[in-house]
């Protein structure tokens, strides 16, 4: 069975580091890709970036460079590392996944296959 679950998300201060957690099972890394999405109220999922079958982390527009992504394949995880959060980001974070077996390219959100229930990160200033 294929399973996402997100965790750690919270209220947090501007300024402050927050880091999500995804636990992703029956999937092998190395056939899949792994990506973190934001919803803001009110607006559009957003890709912030994703850590493709090579092991490699692409940034996408969103979260510019406060925001960093790894994986730790052997706990089955991936992470996104938040630094000087700020009132904008206060979102529903989203963990996906899909396989692409070697495809490098771009993907559109309903690509994605497996999706977790996401968890809330609210920032007050």
């Known amino acids: 069975k294929v399973l996402a679950v997100e965790s750690w998300g919270g209220s947090v201060q501007t300024g402050e580091s927050l880091r999500l957690s995804c636990e992703i099972v029956?999937?092998?890394?190395?056939?899949?890709?792994t990506a973190w999405f934001r919803q803001a109220p009110g607006k559009e999922y957003e890709e912030i970036g994703f850590i493709g079958d090579n092991g490699h982390a692409t940034g996408a527009d969103s979260g510019k460079d406060r925001f960093s992504i790894s994986r730790d394949n052997a706990k089955k995880s991936l992470y996104l590392q938040m630094d000087s959060v700020q009132p904008e980001d206060t979102a529903m974070y989203y963990c996906?996944?899909?396989?692409?077996?070697?495809?490098?390219?771009?993907?559109?959100?309903?690509?994605?296959?497996?999706w977790g229930k996401g968890t809330q990160v609210t920032v007050s200033s």
């Open positions: 996906a996944s899909v396989r692409t077996g070697g495809w490098c390219g771009g993907l559109r959100r309903d690509q994605y296959k497996i």
């Open positions: 029956g999937v092998l890394y190395s056939q899949y890709r």
